[in-house]
């Protein structure tokens, strides 16, 4: 088959990391454009992957313009300019790898799907973690009825002290104004994940709470400064930026975060020291113009009368390694990270391991626990066949999730329980 040809949108972190599929599967895949405003971004790409320079584009509407030259768009930019270029691209008849969220409002996900079913497209949203080992081994164990019927799930995802500062204090996705609110920013795949596991039941209401905490201006410690660089009391803060930043860089670590924090090359001390004094990842976490909450308790009830409940958490030590518990009539499973999976049986009284898929050697094979291999290959092999079952996340499903995904912050803002129609509106 011929190889599928990519047009990136989107150069940064998450764009970079699908484009990186074509090192290792280059006669399945192929990037062929770019674009991006950041032109050093575009650069990079362009020098990588023997971009043509006609296909290196500073705005993405330009790309979209031009008569179609990709068989594939991956949309990877911030989270409110995903419903624009989803819609353009489809009408141009681009299959479409779009990053999670799908969009930040209700219509701007029911116009992409629209747009991608009128146009007969593939639309495949980056819900990475159904493509994670751990989490298809859990879809196949519950499917196998090793548990019995399932009653119950407890799922959490512990973001990281200094992962939740430098993304949600401090970075993108501080702001629900200027991105989105925590759940859709950071857990919608999670809420996904409970849906994926519980496939045939429907949810019929949801409750949630939740708030900012401890990241608020009257915890700031006596004596601290506005930013990092200059702050007196900077040694005795676990959220300090040049601990998270500095420190890393110091150790070699010239990737994430810390090349997110540079916003030109090359990513050295110079540059960075002088993005921690300007930019808006050398301020103090205590002052900043963050407002997404920072621990959130979302509760599901389905129409079998199974019930689930998913926490966010910013105060751990672990960095987004799940923690899953599914309690069912035969056995318990539960699984932590990367696995395996352990399953106990009532009967028995005895718990059997499970091991998980591993991606092969690759240079994506560190990205999300291989989840980010498997989902793009997913989505390739869907594009080069036309067999669109190959996409564990399409338009529909997705859209499902990502109502549930609001209706569960209605819920938390109203402070009531929220009834959940069959379509996925709410009440």
Request: charged share 20%; net charge negative.
């Amino acid at each position: 088959m011929a190889p599928v040809r990519a047009l990136i949108v989107g150069a940064g972190s998450r764009g970079e990391v699908y484009s990186r599929f074509s090192l290792d599967n280059s006669e399945n895949f192929q990037v062929v454009g770019v674009a991006d405003p950041r032109l050093f971004r575009c650069q990079r790409l362009q020098q990588q992957y023997n971009i043509p320079q006609e296909n290196v584009f500073t705005d993405w509407q330009e790309a979209a313009e031009r008569e179609k030259f990709a068989d594939c768009v991956v949309i990877a930019t911030p989270d409110q300019q995903h419903k624009d270029p989803a819609v353009a691209f489809a009408d141009r008849g681009y299959h479409i790898l779009l990053e999670k969220p799908m969009a930040v409002t209700e219509e701007d996900c029911h116009e992409i799907v629209s747009a991608c079913k009128r146009n007969n497209v593939i639309l495949s949203v980056c819900h990475v973690l159904r493509y994670f080992p751990p989490v298809r081994k859990i879809k196949e164990l519950i499917d196998s009825g090793v548990i019995g019927d399932v009653v119950h799930i407890q799922h959490m995802e512990p973001v990281g002290f200094w992962h939740f500062a430098h993304s949600y204090v401090r970075g993108n996705w501080r702001n629900t104004a200027g991105s989105s609110f925590s759940l859709l920013a950071k857990s919608c795949h999670d809420v996904d994940l409970i849906r994926y596991w519980l496939s045939g039941a429907r949810c019929v209401k949801v409750s949630s709470f939740g708030s900012l905490t401890h990241f608020k201006p009257e915890n700031k410690p006596a004596g601290a400064a506005s930013r990092c660089l200059d702050c007196q009391v900077e040694s005795t803060c676990p959220y300090s930026a040049k601990k998270i930043y500095m420190k890393r860089l110091q150790q070699g670590h010239t990737g994430w975060p810390v090349s997110v924090v540079c916003p030109q090359e090359p990513v050295d001390m110079e540059n960075l020291t002088e993005a921690l004094r300007t930019g808006p990842y050398g301020r103090c976490v205590y002052d900043c113009d963050n407002d997404v909450v920072s621990n959130q308790v979302v509760n599901f009830q389905f129409d079998g009368g199974q019930t689930a409940s998913f926490n966010m958490v910013a105060f751990t030590q672990e960095i987004c390694e799940r923690q899953t518990r599914i309690s069912g009539t035969k056995g318990e499973l539960r699984c932590s990270g990367p696995g395996p999976v352990y399953v106990y049986d009532f009967l028995t009284q005895k718990s059997t391991e499970h091991r998980c898929e591993t991606a092969p050697p690759n240079m994506m094979r560190g990205m999300h626990g291989g989840a980010d291999f498997f989902l793009i290959d997913a989505f390739v092999k869907a594009v080069q066949s036309g067999d669109r079952s190959a996409v564990l996340t399409g338009p529909q499903d997705t859209l499902q999730s990502h109502l549930l995904v609001f209706a569960a912050e209605q819920a938390r803002l109203q402070d009531r329980v929220i009834t959940i129609h069959p379509d996925g509106s709410y009440s």
